[in-house]
């Protein structure tokens, strides 16, 4: 695989985990360490092929931030990651191309969401 992929997550082992992931399938990766990060990342450091985003993270959360991207036109695909006891419901207000994996997830299962949601983006 090829492409750009933003990750965050307030938790450094979580975000090194995941993005060294993202590395290793070939992606070229951006990280944020919180919500602020992340909104700015989007707007100036784009246009990405697929963000992951931990929900639960300081000043804004990954849901908050994925929420303004879509109000903004952008329809990137998104991995939601939190270990709350979140209604998926709540994380498919986002609309398609999202997917909500519930922590602790195995690579195995990150791998198999990305490689679903940019299926299902390229045949869009």
């Given amino acids: 695989m090829n492409g750009r992929v933003l990750v965050a997550d307030d938790d450094a082992a979580m975000l090194a985990l995941v993005a060294t992931a993202m590395e290793r399938l070939g992606f070229s990766v951006c990280r944020a360490e919180d919500g602020n990060e992340l909104l700015q990342a989007l707007a100036s450091s784009g246009p990405f092929d697929l963000f992951v985003t931990d929900i639960s993270m300081p000043w804004m959360t990954g849901l908050q931030v994925?929420?303004?991207?879509?109000?903004?036109?952008?329809?990137?695909?998104v991995i939601v990651m939190t270990a709350l006891p979140i209604d998926a419901v709540e994380v498919n207000t986002l609309g398609g191309h999202?997917?909500?994996?519930r922590k602790p997830f195995g690579l195995t299962q990150l791998?198999?969401?990305?490689h679903h949601l940019l299926r299902l983006h390229h045949a869009a």
């Fill in 66 to 77: 994925a929420h303004s991207a879509r109000a903004a036109g952008l329809m990137t695909p």
């Fill in 98 to 101: 999202v997917v909500l994996l």
């Fill in 111 to 114: 791998v198999s969401a990305v």
